[in-house]
């Protein structure tokens, strides 16, 4: 009977049906080559085999199969389906962010592919012969070899005591572990005492015997609710924590538990920079078992590591960013998501626009496992849930050990600009505190979200700003290249020497980014050292690990930073944390506006008083008055997260109702305005009101193309699988409009 599959591409397109080769074995999941089109070869993703023949006249067949093993388990491809249904987008578009680069060869010649297929690297494996497993026949030769060859009786020693000193080790030993050198172990293989094995590379795994934090009485209630929870079938848990109080401690014990009974773990984190010092620690503890995962380490890497856990039978813990998620994790009993709030777990660019978090909660679901959330400031999604009882929960709400909390300061801007109290960009107050700080050895951190020396140059004469040729912004003035660059598309401009406009004045910088905040501060306080830590400092993980390293030395006295610096960071030698300009992050055209602000100077005041001295955070706003910056001051979570959600219960917004935002882009205007509003009618006679827009953005220009946008809001209790179902038929048909085929439409569900 002849057989056929259904394979996904790494595509934007749906799944294609090949036929099965005579004598092929193919399964779900499996890895194959398949030629697509006249001549391009790609790799495939098996997704059911079956004997219904498609009803067109030529069905190519698979070419061969890759891989020892199917790629994806059940659970694996029961995520894809679900991110392909929730988010909208198509499988081939979940491949292409679910698999490492180099286990997707394509070509447009059957040997261009071949030459790009990935292959494992093999390095030297080493055992005992078995006649010397027996301990009688070991000690006898070597009596033997002792005197006459002692560089090889020490080898075989090492290699009989590799791993347990106590009894002879009957498991294989990597090469490059072994002090003996080539010409040793190869005299040992001539005498037939040892056999080397040449195979695709492993990674040796330590014990269970794990050195644990000792945890506090309030540590230890927490830790003890939720196993409470989860033994009594709650699937997620939500650890809020205060900054400082210890969370990642509770982890540790619980990730321990899973390792010791031969689990697999996963810790989410949302930013690259926080896995370096996240992984030391671990390794620390959990020594090899400890597996990175993240868009810095090499293609290969990525590729070795995704193969090996795929082969595991269990034990492994990974600690990686969002596209972790998507690893064969086939024993996955923990999840743990940290800072589970923060908005770098939803990706924007490219499809699948997912959250990572929300993934997460699906495949531990899918896999029997447990969720564990933890945050200082969970997302008011997350701490509505668990307050309503459908996550489970657990509080930390005092500083691990003998730490304080900071004394938060609010310092009023316009009135310290009033009575002559404003250095450059700083407050009578925070300098006085700097000073103070600084004198008693102490460092300080600065915190202004907004990187480069200023947001634009303008002419103080006319007017004129510099803006991008591609997009509908200004550009951003970076002094130390003397540029200005778009932090949209890239483009990169000299600084004009007249004002292009009026040809009379030379053009200023305006606003303050952290590259100004570094230099005026170094000029107040020239003794000081002055760092600096956002996107334009950190060029690479060695520039990043050095910049914090010196700071952690106490090399640096103070770092400026934008929210790189917010997150997940124990600097011991912190005592004072400034939040220079809190009305940018308050003043954003966004309903979450409030929440994020609120989470985000939070998080950097936990940066402060980490140890027994408390520390203190001065912020500078020019309305002090602000119920966040209240709320921040008192460290209201509660009363910030009841206000923000009663607000958005009155306007409809989440967690009460579902967002789906429509992006349209072309580069003619007037095709855009008549494609927007053609969309915009056939969707409102299916959604009605539910449907906001046409709406301008705030950029309504990039890369040379237009945007307009428009907004669905799906009510709690509706189905959003139905919303979703319409929504797709209608974009189909859209697409298929010839006057609106060159239109582009970004389908984003639950925009962050």
Known sequence: MQLYADIVLPLAQP????????????????????????????????????DRRPDFKTVKPIQRVLYDAPLLSAQQM????????????????????????????????????????FRPRTECYVSLAAELR??????????????????????????????????????EVARRLLRADYAVLHALERKKYIVCTQRERSVERGGSAFRL???????????????????????????????GSGKTEIYIHLIAEVLSRGGDVLLLVPEIALTAQLIERMERIFGSRVTPYHSKLTNRRRTETYLRLNRSDGGEFVVGVRSSVFLPLKHLQLIVVDEEHDASYKQTEPAPRYNARDCAVVMARLTGGRTLLGSATPSLETWLNAASGKYGRAELTERYGDARPPEILVSHTLRAARRGERKAHFNKLLLDRIGETLDRGGQVMLFQNRRGFSPYVACSECGWTARCPHCNVTLTYHKGGRKLVCHYCGHTEDVPAKCPSCKVTDVLPMGFGTEKVEEEISRIFPEARVARLDRDSVTSEKAFSAIIADFEARRTDILVGTQMITKGFDFAGVSLVGILNADNLLNNPDFRAAERAFQLMMQVAGRAGRRDDGGEVVIQTSEPGHPVIRQVAAGDFEGMARAQLAERKAFFYPPYARLTSLTLRHRDPSVLRNGVMDLAARLRTRFGRRLLGPMTPPVDRIRGEYLVGLLLKIESGASSARARELLTAELKTFAGNPAFKSITVVVNVDPQ
């Open 15 to 50: 799944v294609y049906t090949f036929a099965v080769p005579g004598g092929t074995d193919v399964a779900a999941g499996q890895a194959v080559a398949v030629q697509f089109g006249a001549r391009k070869f790609y790799t495939g993703i098996v997704w059911r085999v079956h």
């Open 78 to 117: 029961s995520l894809w389906e679900w991110i392909a249904s929730y988010y909208m987008c198509s499988l081939g578009e979940v491949m292409r962010v679910a698999l490492p680069a180099l286990m997707k060869p394509s070509g447009d010649t059957e040997e261009e592919f071949s030459g790009d297929e």
């Open 134 to 171: 027996d301990e009688g026949r070991f000690h006898e030769v070597c009596e033997k070899i002792e005197r006459r060859a002692p560089k090889q009786y020490e080898a075989l020693l090492e290699l009989a005591a590799a791993g347990d000193e106590t009894r002879i080790a009957t498991g």
């Open 213 to 243: 934090p000792e945890l506090t009485a309030h540590q230890l209630t927490a830790l003890n609710a939720l196993r409470e929870q989860f033994a009594a079938g709650k699937t997620t848990a939500l650890l809020q924590g205060v900054t």
